[in-house]
Every structure is written in structure tokens, then in C-alpha cells.
């Protein structure tokens, strides 16, 4: 998946131009996951903000009591962005990271990205 950001696609590509041929593979998948992982969770930044700082408070109860104290440190506009926060968002209107990645990945590129997930514990990049 390439990027939204035309600067980013140009980096992107003169990037992996630049790697020798037996790594440019393994490279350019890694930056089509990193790119459908963006977009996924740039989706949450447009709703309109009385919705995000509603998701917010809702977002803050669910969270385990030392984290949500630091996240209520940090404020709404702080948080609006972070990856946890984003997820929250999209899967409350019904946008799920798994089902996203599955639709806007290749088969091979999806299959490599759950492997990522289980060892990271968690599909949260």
C-alpha cells in the first residue's frame, strides 16, 4: 500500500532504490504494512472533535487506573493522536484494525503482519 503523502512515497521509493537487490523485497513489504497501519490509524484524526473528546472519556474509564491518571495528565489534545487512542476510535465505529489490514493487504503481506502481531502480543502498530 504506498503512502497518502506524495514527499513520502517519492522517500519511500528512492529508499528501497538504494538497498541492494536481495533486501528490497523484505524492505518494501515492511513499508507497505507501515503505510496501511498509517492510514488505518489517520482514519479516527477527521471525526469531529465533540465525538473524539466524547471517545476520550470513554477511552480514559477503560484503561487501567495508572494510565489513565497519565493520560488525563496529558490531556485531550495530547492524546487525540496516539496509536492507542486512534485504534480506540476506529474500532468504536466499527473499523477493526484486523479486518482493515486483511482487505487493504496483499495475502503474503497480511500473513506476515499477524505473525508480527502474535509476537508482539498485540496488532497495535
Known amino acids: ?6 514527499k513520502c512515497r517519492i522517500a519511500q521509493a528512492e529508499y528501497l532504490s538504494r538497498l541492494p537487490e ?4 523484505n524492505k518494501a ?5 507501515g503505510n496501511a497501519s498509517y492510514i488505518y490509524h489517520q482514519q479516527a ?4 472533535e465533540n465525538r473524539l473528546i466524547m471517545y476520550y ?3 480514559l474509564e477503560d484503561l487501567p487506573p495508572n494510565i489513565s491518571r497519565h493520560m488525563r ?3 485531550f489534545e495530547a492524546c487525540k493522536t496516539m496509536i492507542p487512542f486512534t485504534r480506540y476510535v476506529n474500532e468504536r465505529n466499527d473499523i477493526g484494525m484486523r479486518d482493515w489490514m486483511q482487505e487493504h493487504l496483499s495475502p503474503g503481506d497480511f500473513n506476515y503482519w499477524q505473525e508480527l502481531s502474535k509476537k508482539a502480543g498485540s496488532p497495535t502498530f
Open 73 to 75: 495528565m496529558l490531556g
Open 1 to 6: 500500500m504506498e503512502h497518502p503523502n506524495s
Open 29 to 33: 513489504r515492511d513499508i507497505r504494512i
Open 57 to 59: 472519556k470513554e477511552w
Open 22 to 25: 536481495e533486501e528490497r523485497e
Open 45 to 48: 484524526v477527521p471525526i469531529q
